[in-house]
């Protein structure tokens, strides 16, 4: 019987995750979380992050993920780098990183702008 709920319940997860969207999880903008996915969100939190201005004119930043959950989280993420006006900087790069918080344990992110016209940054994390 523990089996056949086990099964079932593993078939609705699947079909229930095949209908999702939406892909983005949580956003951070400006040191808030923007929720996209209230599943992912519910078991990360931003812990904090940093920011400084390097030497070079470039952003460094740093974002501490925290999981809320005691199983493994998989995600993906990208820094986006907006110029003093808030437009997005295209020549920033568009590629997904994957990652991996273990249950409990805190992850940080961090990334350097590709442009010394960056002004601000937004951290994406999406489902994996």
């Known amino acids: 019987m523990r089996k056949c709920i086990l099964i079932l ?3 609705l997860a699947i079909v229930f995750a095949g209908c999702i969207t939406d892909t983005s999880g949580v956003a951070v903008e400006k ?5 996209y996915n209230q599943r992912l969100a519910a078991h990360m939190t931003l ?5 400084r201005d390097t030497a070079t004119g470039f952003i460094h930043v740093q974002a501490v993920l925290q999981n ?9 993420y990208r820094f986006e780098w907006y110029d ?10 568009p590629m997904w990183h994957a990652a991996r918080v273990h249950g409990k344990d805190r992850k940080v992110l961090e990334a350097v702008s590709e442009s010394k016209q960056a002004a601000d940054f937004r951290l994406v994390i999406r489902a994996f």
């Open 68 to 76: 809320a959950d005691y199983g493994d989280i998989q995600f993906q």
């Open 47 to 51: 812990t904090h992050h940093l920011r």
């Open 31 to 35: 040191g808030k979380m923007i929720v």
């Open 9 to 11: 319940a593993s078939a």
């Open 84 to 93: 003093a006006d808030g437009m997005l900087i295209e020549e920033t790069s």
